[in-house]
């Protein structure tokens, strides 16, 4: 954590942390709420776990934060994955057929879907690392070619998983309760410090800097970036995997066609909202995490308030855009000369300076 | 952007690329032609059959079912898919005309767009018959006749069942389909219409969620919070959001059912499944089995009795509840 937290002196006088903007962002939104829907609040105690708003914002979310957690690190090396909700579907549906048309049981059936994943991530990296597509290129054909993976895996129709076969495993995966929260918070909150962990107490985190950074410079210190790169492509289809589980396991039926769909851009844009730059290099798996959060925060909200569901993106749009225009440098030190202006020398200044 | 600047890669990448993104988008134009390479030589009549190429339970059983019906009247069906595309309709529908084929069905994606395709039909004298869908034309001689489910009569269906059940008394959330599809509009407004006359039922949380199960779930479990114990009625336009619903009033800790009232629309075997279990009251059948009905008029049209086909012919839609899902659900198809 100490890059995330690395204070510098600039011009403004104060670099805030990566993840800044986004808990503004996310802070602003609960403020909002805390006037006009105060029962979003509200937290009970129903069969002795815990019941409310924000409890389905850290449910719901846990998926975003999943696949935002794995998206980071790709973003982080300069590449991105535009394959993970069509991952997300060919998991499911995996899980789902195994479950229902063999006996090996639920834990085969897992294994094989997490399998199905990682193998989609290889695929990926392989492209991108020995055979040098693109990344927006090599998994734009995994995004578009998965979905027909997942539909063909699934016999082109909707899977549903009965319940003497889901329960008890998979129906804990995605509605049971662990110290009174739902599962999915546990599954996404252990992915998310053990990569922490991983990434900043080993030189992983470095590795990975480096390569996004710069490449070529980092091949002439010896770090090997092809297996850097098909690493987090690996570990990105994994997070996808688990997502995809959790998705299956949540309402008990694979659906090919809608799991999934579009998350890819909710995870770019948590990644993004984070504070970790598309042109790789520096990341911040906090802020991605906030970021994803900030996004549900805003679909329950919208869900909350009654918002139609095909007008919900339009405020999307607005938030995303508030916090890209308040991590903007430029914008910034505009408004500081504006303010500074307006107090010194009155405002003609302003409109000159702008 | 910084293989590019490696100009030995970026020639290789480049034709990696192009490939791979052609692979990918092939699929997508070979199908138009599928109806292609008829039987010449065959002596059964040949109908064309155009569907919009959705992957929904309901749509499958209704493409089983024009499939099954033709071969059982004995005729050599030719099946396209607009793959939800209403341009891909219209080529196959040309491709058809310039086979000759003997007649041809249509499920149309949308309302309009048909009437220059239809023209060239009627030139060549081949019949139409528009199914599940239905179609605007100037000119309604350039089809023969129309099958399909009536969805604003599911709407009124739907809303006297709920009349009679809570005498004219309750608190409903409507979980809306996809904006701007047809059977969205009929059912909203149909039910709105019946509960007009009854100042009693009263909708207090109206909200899209696309006709999809997860969404259903999600944007449930947001009006559970904002509306908490009010809410006695969840009036969902599909089975999917009805069992979405289910499972967050579940969640809840509530019983669907019996502490909140669930009907839905379309009659789908897991529909019938949960009404066994008790979790849902009522689902109006929205029946996509009308192949038969389908084949039974073109073999009227193709025996040249049209003056006797009705314009407009929709499928009868039953109501379903708790007191009869047990003896019918053996018998549901999808």
């Not at chain 2, 207090?204 to 006709?211: G, L, M, N, T």
């Amino acid at each position: 954590m100490t890059q995330d937290v690395n204070l510098k002196k600039n011009r403004l006088g104060w670099q805030p942390p990566p993840a800044f903007y986004a808990l503004l962002g996310l802070a602003a939104l609960l403020l909002v709420n805390w006037f006009c829907i105060p029962s979003f609040f509200e937290i009970q105690v129903r069969d002795g776990n815990f019941y409310g708003s924000l409890i389905d914002v850290f449910n719901r979310g846990a998926i975003g934060v999943l696949l935002a957690i794995g998206m980071t690190l790709v973003v982080a090396t300069g590449g991105v994955d535009l394959s993970v909700g069509s991952v997300v579907a060919i998991c499911g549906a995996v899980v789902a057929i195994v479950l229902t048309t063999t006996q090996f049981g639920i834990v085969v059936a897992i294994a094989a879907g997490l399998l199905a994943a990682v193998g989609a991530g290889a695929v990926n990296g392989i492209l991108i690392t020995w055979l040098r597509i693109e990344p927006i290129i090599a998994t734009l054909v995994l995004m578009v070619s998965g979905r027909g993976i997942a539909k063909y895996i699934a016999g082109e129709q909707t899977v549903a998983v009965p319940p003497e076969l889901a329960s008890p495993t998979l129906d804990f995966l995605g509605n049971g309760h662990f110290l009174g929260l739902p599962f999915p918070i546990t599954i996404a909150a252990v992915l998310f410090v053990v990569t922490l962990l991983v990434v900043r107490r080993t030189s992983v985190g470095l590795l990975v800097e480096s390569v996004g950074a710069n490449p070529s410079a980092s091949r002439a210190c010896g770090i090997n970036d092809t297996v850097v790169k098909l690493t987090v492509y690996v570990f990105a289809g994994f997070c996808a995997g688990l997502a995809g589980i959790i998705d299956l396991a949540n309402i008990g039926i694979a659906d090919p066609t809608n799991a999934g769909a579009l998350s890819e851009l909710d995870a770019i844009f948590a990644v993004l909202v984070g504070g970790t730059a598309l042109t790789g290099g520096r990341f911040s798996l906090t802020g991605a995490v906030i970021g994803a959060l900030l996004l549900q925060t805003l679909m329950t909200t919208l869900y909350t308030w009654g918002v139609p569901s095909d007008v919900a993106p339009v405020p999307k749009a607005i938030v995303i855009l508030l916090v890209c225009l308040l991590q903007s440098p430029t914008l910034r030190s505009w408004l500081e000369r504006t303010l500074r202006g307006n107090r010194k020398m009155g405002s003609r200044q302003v409109e000159a300076s702008s | 952007m910084k293989n590019l600047l490696n100009t030995t890669f970026s020639r290789r990448a480049f034709v990696f690329s192009a490939l791979a993104l052609s692979a990918v988008l092939m699929p997508g134009c070979a199908n138009k032609d599928q109806a292609a390479g008829g039987d010449a030589g065959d002596k059964k009549p040949t109908i064309g059959f155009v569907q919009t190429g959705d992957l929904s339970d309901w749509r499958k059983a209704h493409t089983q079912s024009v499939k099954e019906a033709a071969e059982a009247a004995g005729y050599n069906l030719k099946f396209a898919d607009g793959q939800a595309k209403l341009e891909n309709q219209v080529k196959a529908v040309s491709s058809f005309i310039s086979q000759g084929v003997d007649a041809i069905i249509i499920a149309p994606l949308e309302v309009s767009g048909w009437d220059n395709v239809l023209e060239k039909a009627k030139k060549r004298n081949i019949p139409v018959l528009i199914l599940d869908r239905q179609v605007e034309v100037e000119d309604d001689s350039l089809y023969v006749t129309y099958i399909g489910a009536d969805t604003y009569n599911e709407g009124i269906l739907a809303a006297k069942w709920l009349v009679e059940k809570v005498d004219g008394k309750a608190k409903v959330v409507e979980l809306q389909g996809s904006q701007g599809a047809s059977p969205t509009i009929n059912r909203r407004d149909s039910f709105l219409e019946v509960i007009k006359d009854h100042p009693g039922i009263e909708i207090i949380a109206s909200q899209a969620a696309d006709y999809e199960l997860t969404k259903a779930k999600e944007v449930m479990e947001a009006i559970l919070k904002a509306k908490g114990d009010e809410i006695e009625v969840v009036y969902a336009h599909n089975d999917y959001m009805a069992l979405g619903a289910i499972q967050a009033i579940e969640e809840a800790g509530k019983k669907p059912g019996e502490d909140i009232i669930v009907l839905s629309i379309d009659g789908m075997k897991s529909a019938f499944e949960a009404m066994v279990a008790g979790k849902l009251n009522c689902t109006v059948e929205c029946n996509p089995l009308q192949g038969p009905k389908a084949m039974e008029a073109i073999g009227k049209i193709l025996a040249g009795e049209t003056d006797g086909i009705p314009k407009k012919q929709m499928v009868l839609d039953k109501v379903f509840d708790q007191s009869n899902a047990a003896e019918e659900i053996g018998s549901r198809k999808y």
